[in-house]
């Protein structure tokens, strides 16, 4: 008996891709020689916004499924969900959440409201758009600045962090940020606390990790910002340590942090795998600040790190993963 045929797409790489676009590769590379593993012919499909060209690879194939490794379209995480509605348009099932999700997700601003409207603690913040009052507060800082769209803490770094500023500077350094990096930003209120990403696979809730902020001087901010998770030779690289040993006395926190994780992957619909991200303030309040679906699926990446502290190996997730496909 022929083995099935499986898509493995990702987004079309150039010269001119950044570190965190060219990490894909690594994920092609360790995801199909799982689906070898489990009896699937793998085959690599790019995607990009030549649509009529995928779809004819894609019919040629047949694929069984495509497992969807795509993380932004021509370098822009505004259109991520394409890859996933092209699939549900031509009837091809795929890995991870539906497109709904995915779009939903992508955007800060979306996630954010979603959110709110659910009684979710996410931290307060305004936008060119908002007009709802500046951050629910007075107005003081200290904020982050983020783009809507872009995930992998593109965008951040320390002059993203700003102490004690009032609206009309609010905007005026949010229309400075959008013309010059040609994306929307948004400002959000700093949570002074811990960090925790909690992972979840097929709807279970790994072993939860904390991020630690190791010798940062006074007044850094303790953020994971582009450097923490890509410039290897950075400070911030190296001193902000992912830890699953946590004290007794912390039990009570994850406890919350799986339930609130648990809620956002029923508010949102999500499926196969995906991660959330929260900040811990004093008083052990967690604010949600992102949904990330589909996160990285590298070996040294925070989800595998989580799965493998459950025991799973790689072959194990991604069967999870491929089990979780809605057909």
Request: glycine fraction near 8%.
């Amino acid at each position: 008996m022929t083995a099935a045929r499986v898509a493995v797409i990702h987004d079309r790489l150039t010269e001119a891709s950044s570190k965190d676009a060219l990490d894909v590769l690594e994920q092609v590379a360790v995801v199909s020689k799982a689906l070898e593993a489990l009896g699937f012919v793998p085959e690599v499909v790019p995607f990009s916004l030549d649509l009529p060209r995928f779809m004819g690879e894609m019919s040629a194939l047949g694929p069984l499924f495509a497992f969807n490794l795509v993380e932004s379209v021509e370098g822009d995480g505004r259109l991520i969900h394409l890859a996933p509605a092209l699939l549900e348009h031509m009837g091809v099932p795929y890995s991870g959440s539906p497109a709904e999700a995915v779009f939903v997700t992508s955007s800060k601003l979306l996630t954010k409201r979603a959110l709110q409207a659910h009684g979710i603690d996410t931290p307060p913040w305004t936008s060119l758009e908002d007009g709802d009052g500046f951050l629910g507060r007075d107005g003081r800082g200290p904020l982050l600045f983020k783009p809507v769209w872009e995930h992998a803490s593109i965008g951040m770094d320390e002059s993203a962090f700003v102490d004690g500023v009032d609206e009309a500077l609010v905007r005026e350094t949010l229309l400075k940020r959008d013309a010059r990096a040609g994306r929307r930003h948004f400002a959000e209120a700093y949570i002074e606390g811990r960090e925790f990403n909690v992972a979840l696979l097929a709807g279970e809730v790994l072993p939860v990790p904390e991020i630690r902020f190791v010798d940062y001087p006074e007044g850094k901010p303790k953020v994971v910002d582009y450097r923490a998770k890509w410039e290897e030779g950075s400070f911030e690289y190296s001193h902000t340590p992912r830890s699953f040993d946590l004290a007794d006395d912390d039990a009570p926190i994850v406890e919350r942090l799986r339930d609130v994780a648990l809620r956002c992957w029923r508010l949102f619909h999500l499926r196969g795998y995906a991660r959330v991200d929260f900040r811990v303030d004093g008083s052990g309040r967690p604010w949600v600040l992102e949904v990330n679906v589909n996160p990285c699926l590298s070996p040294d990446a925070g989800f595998y790190a989580s799965a493998e502290r459950a025991g799973l190996d790689f072959t194990r997730v991604v069967k999870r993963i491929v089990d979780d496909i809605a057909r």
